[in-house]
Each structure stands twice: as C-alpha cells, then as structure tokens.
C-alpha cells in the first residue's frame, strides 16, 4: 500500500440524497483527517480522527455531516441529504502520529463530489 | 482564532525571474508553519516546514515572528514550478491551511 487511498474519485449525486466516501490510511497511521477543498475556499479542516476516537470534530459544517473510523484504519464521511453547497474535492489524510508531534501528514487524492 | 492568510490567487512570472509567495499568520503561541504543493492532477504533498531550514527545489522559507510571516521564495523560477501552493500552521493535532496561491511559470 503507497499512499492514502480514497474511494470514490468522483461522485455525482442527485440533491437530498445521502454519500459515503471512503478512505485507507497509510498502514500504521494512527492520526486520520477530513478536508473539504473548495474553489477559493482553500482547505478547510473536518475532522480528526487518533485511532478510533475523534478528538477534535469542529470543522464538520452541519449535523448532516458525520464521520467514522473502524479498527483504527478505514474512515467513512457521510453526508446526508446533500445541498448543491457540498460539492468540492473531499481530501484524506494521515500521519504516524498527530501533526502537533512533528510528523508530516500524507493526503490522498481525493473525492470528487458534485451535487446536482 | 488561528487563521493563514495567503493574499494572492495567483502569481505568474516568466521562467528565471524570483518569485515570491506571501503568507502572514496569526497564531497565540509558538507555531508550526509549512509549505505543501499539489502539481497538477497530484495529490497535495510536503514541500517544507520550517523547523527543517532546508531548502527543497530550490525553495526556502523563513519564519519571521516580529512580522508573523512565512513567505516561500525561489530566486529563480522553473517552468515546473507551476503549481497550487498552500501554507498551512499546526494548530493542536490539525493542520490548518491558507486559501491557496497558483503560481504560474511562463517559458
């Protein structure tokens, strides 16, 4: 396993219906993230995940928006019923440990999600 | 409240001229601060940061705190320099990231 793998690359769903996307840390990472990448928005952060547990879930924009991590390795974001304002690139990203102990985070190459 | 403040969109230089890309931050404490690049159709990766003073691709950057900046520089630009460059300071365990500067590099 290279990098951060993310499934699907591109998604394109109807409005108000739910999506999960997918994602598979770098084996042995323990620290998981959640950007949404946006056209002039930048990188705005979602969640983190240290193992299973996620400390710090401030970025999730609305209660539609939830996310998961099972065995302290594959991640889910759901959306439930999406609004045309969900559509933008859905970035993972993991690192050995959290990114206030110095280590580098690897990002995946993202979701694709359009809203119609 | 933490925030990385990348004021340009876009930059476009010639081939071989200096570039600069600005980046202010505010940040109560002592912070973290990076480069990460994402070339086209590339995911998003480590360019640097700047506990490592090293200089990658030719790149450097300097931490001035009395000024709360972090400009990326390259005294000479490459055609392949063209890319997506976002700044970005730890914050806890998360990073957080600038809006983003497309440089473009013409022959």
Not at chain 1, 17 to 40: F, M, N
Not at chain 1, 68 to 84: D, F, K, M, N
Not at chain 2, 27 to 36: N, Q, V
């Amino acid at each position: 396993g290279a990098g951060v793998s993310q499934s699907p690359s591109n998604k394109v769903t109807e409005k108000g219906k739910d999506v999960e996307l997918r994602c598979d840390p770098i084996s042995g990472h323990t620290a998981l993230y959640w950007y949404r990448q946006s056209l002039g928005q930048g990188l705005e952060f979602l969640i983190y995940f240290q193992g299973n547990s996620a400390p710090d879930k401030s970025g999730l924009p609305s209660d539609r928006f939830s996310a998961e991590r099972t065995g302290g390795s594959v991640s889910t974001l759901t959306i439930q019923r999406t609004q045309q304002e969900d559509s933008a690139v859905y970035l993972c990203a993991s690192s050995l440990g959290s990114a206030s102990s110095g280590n580098t985070i690897y990002f995946g190459e993202g979701s694709w999600l359009t809203v119609v | 409240a933490q925030r990385v403040t990348q004021p340009e969109k876009l930059l476009s230089v010639f081939k071989g001229a200096p570039v600069e890309l600005k980046c202010n931050y505010s940040y109560s404490g002592s912070p973290e601060l990076f480069w990460y690049v994402q070339y086209s159709r590339q995911r998003l990766q480590l360019l640097l940061r700047h506990i490592s003073r090293e200089s990658i691709k030719g790149f450097t950057a300097d931490l001035n705190k009395g000024e709360t900046s972090f400009h990326l520089k390259k005294p000479f630009a490459q055609e392949e320099d063209s890319a997506m460059y976002y700044c970005a300071l730890t914050d806890t365990d998360k990073l957080i990231f600038g809006t983003g500067t497309r440089l473009q590099v013409f022959p």
